[in-house]
């Protein structure tokens, strides 16, 4: 459906940032149908080309009864779903090499989560599938360090590649953001640079086995990265995220959405019209 998904997230008249977003984990069909709904309205009135997001299945959990999905399949078929009934691009996560082509069939864009950006079989897999790849970042590598994943990609002859900065592990318990980052991987990577506004807030190897996070930071890192230069936002989100199956502790609630949003958009379009 999105041949060029590179020229739809450019696609913007008023030259807004785009938007990756969506809930952590598909949990089932009707949250996420409503979910996609209320954001298309967002995104369709301010202008913001819009991805949805949302993984099929999670596979790096910190315990072995945290809740990964309702299925790969299934939950593929959800994504699907929400791409057809809405017409936007949708964006899923992809763990192994094998698993490239099956998500391919049913998405727009592939992602490299960040404890696998290094991973060359995986890159050249999802490479191959045509598919634009969105690496994110991983939280041990400096900025520079993405541009040997990108190349994996490019040199598998896929052109159409991000890079998403999403933290830096500082000490057992937290993570930094440094929007140095920003201009670097655009400048060296050569391809969209998004920043992940939820789980840059995480705060991970919680002693309970559930990650922490600081989702009243959410507004502040957004902005840090729309004066940075970042092209595009990445966000989880959920109706409640008190209840969400995964990463409730880092999303920002559904109904918060506009309003930042919003925020964001007059943000940049000041940035645009600095000259410094």
Do not use: W
Not at 122 to 145: C, W, Y
Not at 165 to 193: A, I, N, Q, S
């Amino acid at each position: 459906m999105f041949d060029d998904i590179t020229s739809y997230l450019s696609s913007s008249k008023s030259h807004n940032f785009f938007l990756l977003a969506g809930p952590c984990v598909i949990e089932g069909e009707e949250m996420a149908l409503d979910i996609a709904e209320r954001m298309v309205k967002i995104t369709s009135d301010l202008d913001i080309p819009y991805v949805f997001k949302g993984s099929y299945r999670k596979a790096n959990r910190s315990r072995l009864d945290s809740f990964t999905g309702i299925g790969d399949r299934k939950a593929l078929e959800v994504l699907r779903k929400v791409r057809d009934t809405f017409h936007i691009p949708v964006v899923t996560d992809i763990h192994s090499a094998e698993e490239a082509q099956m998500a391919a069939d049913y998405v727009d864009v592939l992602q490299i989560p960040a404890f696998l950006c290094r991973q060359t079989d995986l890159l050249i897999a999802a490479a191959r599938t045509g598919k634009m790849v969105n690496i994110k970042k991983g939280q041990f590598l400096a900025p520079e360090s993405m541009t040997f994943a990108c190349d994996k990609v490019i040199q598998s002859g896929n052109p159409h590649v991000a890079v998403t900065e999403r933290g830096t592990f500082f000490g057992y318990g937290d993570l930094v953001v440094d929007m140095r980052g920003v201009p670097v991987m655009k400048e060296m990577c050569k391809c969209p640079v998004i920043v992940d506004v939820t789980h840059s807030l995480q705060q991970p190897n919680s002693a309970s086995g559930v990650t922490g996070g600081k989702p009243q930071l959410i507004s502040t890192i957004a902005k840090a990265a729309i004066a940075a230069g970042a092209d595009g936002l990445f966000m989880e989100t959920h109706q409640n995220p008190a209840v969400a199956k995964s990463d409730g502790a880092n999303m920002i609630p559904l109904d918060h959405v506009q309003v930042l949003l919003e925020n964001l958009s007059l943000l940049r379009q000041t940035v645009n019209k600095m000259t410094i």
